[in-house]
C-alpha cells in the first residue's frame, strides 16, 4: 500500500519505520550492530520510509546510526529527519526550542553530515518556536530546497493556524503528530488543514508508545524510560488505559490477528491522506506491523475503536512536552 506525499508527486509504502527508540527515550540504546541489522532488514522487508531526529540520541546518535547503515544504500531509502529542539549534546538536557534561520542552517549541516548523504527527502520542523514567526523558519526551510538540500518540508506538532501560514509560504508535504486509537486531538483542527494545504499527516506513536500493542507490560520498563513519565503510563491512569486495550485484544482475536495490527489498520484506515511511523527495534515487531497492511476493519469495529479515545486517561506528554505541542 503506498500513498503520496502531499503534493511532492512521491508515493512511499504507508508504514515506516520510527527510528527514535533505537536510540533514545525507550530505555538503553540498542545496540549499533543489532540495530544496523534491523535497518536493513526493514529495507528487506520493503520499508523505505526511516524517521529521526536531530534531537534522538544524546549527541545526534540516531541520525549517525541511519548514516552508516543506509551509507551505501542511499538510493533504497527515504529520510526523513527534524530540527527545532535543542539538547545538550553531553548530558542530553532539553535547552528549548529554535526555530532561527541560524538554527536551521547549523542544524541541517548537521544532519547531512551524520546521515552521509547531500540530500534530506523530508526535513522537518520538529516543535514550532513560539520566539520565531513560523514565517521566518519556512523562509529558512525553502532556501534548503531551492539549495537542493532538502527534498520537502514539513511541521511536526503544529497547529492549524501555523500549517496554514506555512503553506502560505511553501508548501508543506507533511505534519507529522501523534495519532492514535488513544489519541486523536489533531482530528479538531490540524487534520483539516493538512487536508485544506495538501499536507499528508504523518501518524507517530500509532501504538501508543507501545501500549496498544496489547503485548505491553509497564513491569518491563527500564527506569530511564521516559514513558515513566507519560501521564498516561502512570498509576491509575495506567491501569484504566491498559483495561480499554482490552477491548482492542477482543477484536484482534476476531481477526486471528495483534492488536498491534489493529492499532495500525485503525490509523491506516483514516484516509489516503495519512501515512505512519510505528517504531520498534525487533524484528518479529516490524513484521507484525507490516501485517497490518492485511487487515481490513469492517465499519462497526473502526465505529467500537473510534469511541475509546474519550476514555483515555491522562495527557500523553508531561508537562513540559504539552507546552509544545499544538504549536
Ligand atoms: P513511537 O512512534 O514513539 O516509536 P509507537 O510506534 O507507538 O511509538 O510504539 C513504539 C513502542 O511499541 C516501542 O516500545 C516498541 O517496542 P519494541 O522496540 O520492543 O518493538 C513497541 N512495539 C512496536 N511494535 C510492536 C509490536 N508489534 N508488538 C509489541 N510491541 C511493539
Not at 528487506?44 to 549527541?59: K, P, R, S
Not at 529554535?98 to 548537521?110: H, M, P
Not at 483542527?189 to 506513536?205: E, F, M, Q, R, T
Request: charged share 25%; glycine share 10%.
Amino acid at each position: 500500500m503506498r500513498r503520496a506525499l502531499g503534493n511532492t508527486g512521491v508515493a512511499l509504502p504507508a508504514i515506516g519505520l520510527g527510528c527514535m527508540g533505537l536510540s533514545d527515550f525507550y530505555g538503553p540504546p540498542t545496540e549499533r550492530r543489532a540495530a544496523i541489522r534491523l535497518l536493513h532488514q526493514a529495507i528487506d522487508l520493503g520499508v523505505t520510509h526511516f524517521d529521526t531526529a536531530e534531537i534522538y540520541g544524546i549527541g545526534s546518535t540516531n541520525e549517525a546510526l541511519l548514516g552508516e547503515a543506509f551509507g551505501d544504500r542511499r538510493d533504497k531509502v527515504f529520510i526523513a529527519t527534524k530540527f527545532g529542539p535543542l539538547r545538550d549534546p553531553a548530558t542530553g538536557e532539553s535547552l528549548g526550542i529554535d526555530g532561527s534561520a541560524k538554527n536551521c542552517r547549523r542544524a541541517v549541516e548537521g544532519s547531512l553530515r551524520r546521515l552521509r548523504t547531500d540530500v534530506i527527502d523530508l526535513y522537518y520542523l520538529h516543535r514550532v518556536d513560539p520566539k520565531t514567526p513560523i514565517e521566518h523558519t519556512v523562509e529558512a526551510m525553502a532556501a534548503l530546497v531551492a539549495e537542493g538540500k532538502v527534498r520537502a518540508i514539513g511541521l511536526s506538532e503544529a497547529s492549524a493556524d501555523t500549517i496554514r501560514r506555512a503553506a502560505a509560504i511553501h508548501p508543506v508535504a507533511a505534519v507529522q503528530s501523534e495519532y492514535s486509537i488513544f489519541s486523536r486531538d489533531i482530528e479538531a483542527s490540524v487534520i483539516p488543514a493538512c487536508l485544506d494545504v495538501g499536507a499528508s499527516l504523518v501518524a507517530y506513536s500509532p501504538l501508543g508508545r507501545g501500549m496498544l500493542s496489547g503485548r505491553f507490560t509497564k513491569d518491563a520498563l527500564s527506569g530511564d524510560d521516559r514513558r515513566n513519565a507519560v501521564p498516561r503510563y502512570q498509576g491509575d491512569a495506567y491501569s484504566a488505559n491498559i483495561a480499554l486495550v482490552d477491548e482492542i485484544q477482543s477484536l484482534a482475536a476476531a481477526h486471528a490477528c495483534s492488536a498491534a495490527q489493529v492499532a495500525l489498520a485503525w490509523v491506516l484506515g483514516r484516509g489516503e491522506h495519512v501515512l505512519t511511523i510505528p517504531g520498534t527495534t525487533k524484528l518479529a515487531n516490524l513484521e507484525t506491523n507490516l501485517g497490518a497492511y492485511g487487515i481490513a476493519l469492517a465499519d462497526e469495529e473502526t465505529a467500537t475503536l473510534d469511541r475509546l479515545a474519550d476514555r483515555v486517561t491522562g495527557n500523553r506528554y508531561d508537562e513540559y512536552g504539552m507546552t509544545t505541542i499544538n504549536g
